[in-house]
């Protein structure tokens, strides 16, 4: 069964410094692989997703990779600033079409 | 954009009482999920199903059913509440094509379920 870890849980960092979230997955035979932002008491927002034949997708300060073949992915934040502080989750598709999710990065940008 | 709509954002209910959470997606998704979310636990699936009148059980069934009689709406019933049902539900929705690699999960703005 797909395995999906999310490291470090909680990250806390100064406003504008840039910073690299973690996912690892343990089955390779995936469609794609998503990240998701939560603000508290709220649902998920999807953020990017890449497709299993690409290595990055970017999206203004965002930018996701995938190297497929080792399992990881890394979502990357320039600048941080404040409004970014929520919980990041990262989510595959396999190739059974069942999504399986991290437990998610906690990220605080303190001002 | 699509958009997943969840009926209630905050439900206090008794135990025993029988509970209903609805959610609506507008973009003819065939693909509906309901999922709870715990701390420490993250994302459990409870039920699926990816077609009207069908359902397929997730990896916590237990104690929940649903209902599913128009493609639009996916309905999660708890039949008998119980304090350990209380939690943050999460309705979502996908496009549903085989093999899709653009498939992309939606999400509700969740419900957030106390039992008393």
């Known amino acids: 069964k797909q395995e999906v870890t999310q490291i470090p849980a909680a990250l806390s960092v100064p406003e504008g410094e840039n910073l690299v979230l973690n996912c690892s997955f343990t089955?390779?035979?995936?469609?794609?692989l998503q990240w998701f932002r939560q603000d508290p008491g709220k649902g998920l927002t999807s953020l990017l997703l890449?497709?299993?034949?690409?290595r990055e997708q970017t999206s203004g300060r965002l930018n996701a990779s995938l190297d497929k073949s080792s399992g990881r992915s890394t979502l990357y934040i320039a600048a941080s600033q404040p409004g970014d502080s929520a919980t990041y989750l990262c989510?595959?598709?396999?190739?059974?079409?069942?999504?399986?999710f991290g437990t998610g990065t906690s990220l605080t940008v303190i001002p | 954009d699509v958009k997943v709509t969840q009926s209630s954002r905050y439900l206090v209910k008794r135990t025993g009482e029988k509970v209903f959470l609805e959610c609506v997606q507008d973009?003819?998704?065939?693909?509906m999920f309901w999922y709870r979310q715990d701390p420490g636990l993250g994302l459990r699936l409870i039920y699926f199903?990816?077609?009207?009148?069908?359902?397929e059980k997730g990896d916590i069934p237990e104690g929940y059913s649903v209902s599913r009689e128009k493609k639009e709406r996916f309905s999660l019933i708890l039949e008998s509440a119980s304090t350990n049902q209380t939690s943050m539900y999460l309705c979502?929705?996908?496009?549903?094509?085989?093999?899709?690699?653009?498939?992309?999960?939606?999400f509700g703005s969740g419900t957030q379920l106390s039992v008393l």
């Open positions: 199903s990816y077609d009207v009148k069908m359902k």
């Open positions: 890449i497709q299993s034949s690409q």
């Open positions: 089955d390779s035979a995936i469609y794609n």
């Open positions: 989510a595959v598709l396999n190739t059974g079409n069942q999504f399986y």
């Open positions: 979502a929705s996908s496009s549903g094509g085989q093999g899709d690699k653009n498939e992309k999960l939606f």
């Open positions: 973009m003819d998704h065939e693909n």
